[in-house]
């Protein structure tokens, strides 16, 4: 006698049929994950220079300035300025270190 192969699954057609009805039910519960993930869109904030949307107030201000070409962050060393506190410290290093 050959050897069977092992079953995967032990479940009867009964049970495979409860589990997927189980199944569905619970989708139709993600349906309220679904309209505050759409409320979520509504608050995002849009740039006027581009129409680029951003989910944070902070994101966009930040993608403001490439607009307004403003740079806050002003390097001590040679007083250039950069958009970004990370691209200063890039600077820094690269430059004064
Ligand atoms: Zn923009
Ligand atoms: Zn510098």
Redesign the pocket.
């Known amino acids: 006698m050959p050897p069977s192969p092992i079953p995967v699954y032990s479940y009867s057609d009964d049970d495979v049929r409860n589990l997927r009805m189980s199944l569905s039910s619970k989708s139709s519960s993600s349906a309220s994950m679904l309209t505050s993930q759409r409320s979520l869109e509504n608050i995002r904030h849009e740039c006027p220079y581009c129409r680029r949307q951003f989910r944070r107030k902070h994101d966009l201000q930040r993608h403001i300035r490439l607009h307004t070409g403003e740079r806050p962050y002003r390097?001590d060393?040679?007083s250039?300025s950069f958009y970004r506190t990370d691209a200063l410290v890039r600077?820094?290093r690269s430059?004064?270190l």
């Open positions: 390097c060393n040679c250039k600077h820094v430059e004064h």
